[in-house]
């Protein structure tokens, strides 16, 4: 748990004096009420830091009527980025340390934005840790992406293999059909050019046979 800083350090550092409370949630400001779990009382500090309207955020001191932003905090200055609140108590923000974001916002004009402090060094590795999965992300993106080409090409080649032997069975059918119709062209002239070739037309069975004299061609 962070501790709140002397008057010295604090005004070295920046930062305000500590707060009893920091709110949860957009509130009123006026009237007692409860904050973070805590009711608080007159005269409490309380770091105003969710309001919807985000010129009201600030350090106020709580009253029974109107809030009043804190004497230490109604300046440009005194809100400017880096600036540190330390929180005492609280259900939620007790021990916190929270920074104010905005530089030299005009008090009542401009939005002034209040974040929980993060230490420098503590910054550090979540930038280096941030960096890395950014880093782990695209390598994992590349990898898919180098995967996905390889399967893309393995896919191509498969289909094109495929094609490759659809053409073998379609030129062989045609080589045989071509054979056919040469055989029965043929033997409409009287011609058997082989015995297969008769006994597939059907003109003899499996008998021999002899050559005819009138040429090279054979005959029943």
């Known amino acids: 748990m962070a501790r709140p800083a002397t008057a010295a350090v604090r005004l070295l550092t920046g930062e305000r004096e ?6 949860t949630v957009s509130i009123l400001l006026h009237g007692l009420q409860i904050i973070d779990g805590v009711p608080c009382e007159v005269g409490d500090r ?4 969710d309001q919807a309207d985000q010129r009201q955020n600030g350090i106020y001191t709580a009253s029974e009527g ?6 230490d905090a109604r300046t440009a200055r005194a809100m400017q ?6 929180t005492q108590v609280g259900s939620a923000n007790a021990g916190r340390v929270f920074e104010f974001m905005a530089d030299e916002p005009a008090v009542g004009s401009d939005a002034i934005t209040i974040v929980p402090f ?6 550090e590795v979540v930038d280096e840790v941030e960096a890395l999965r950014d880093e782990t ?6 990898t898919g992406a180098s995967a996905g080409q390889a399967a893309a090409s393995a896919a191509s080649s498969a289909a094109n293999a495929g094609l490759t032997a659809a053409d073998v069975v379609t030129t062989a059918a ?15 002239k009287g011609i058997f050019p082989t015995i297969a070739a008769a006994i597939g037309l ?12 009138g040429g090279n061609h054979g005959t029943l």
């Open 18 to 23: 500590p707060v009893r409370l920091a709110t």
């Open 46 to 49: 309380v770091l105003v830091k």
């Open 66 to 71: 109107e809030w009043f932003r804190a004497a």
């Open 81 to 86: 980025k880096g600036t540190t609140v330390h």
């Open 118 to 123: 993060v230490p420098p060094d503590v910054a």
């Open 137 to 142: 992300q695209v390598l994992k993106d590349a």
């Open 174 to 188: 045609n080589l045989a059909g071509a054979q056919a119709a040469r055989d029965a062209s043929l033997y409409g």
């Open 202 to 213: 059907g003109v003899i069975g499996s008998g021999a046979i002899t050559a005819g004299s």
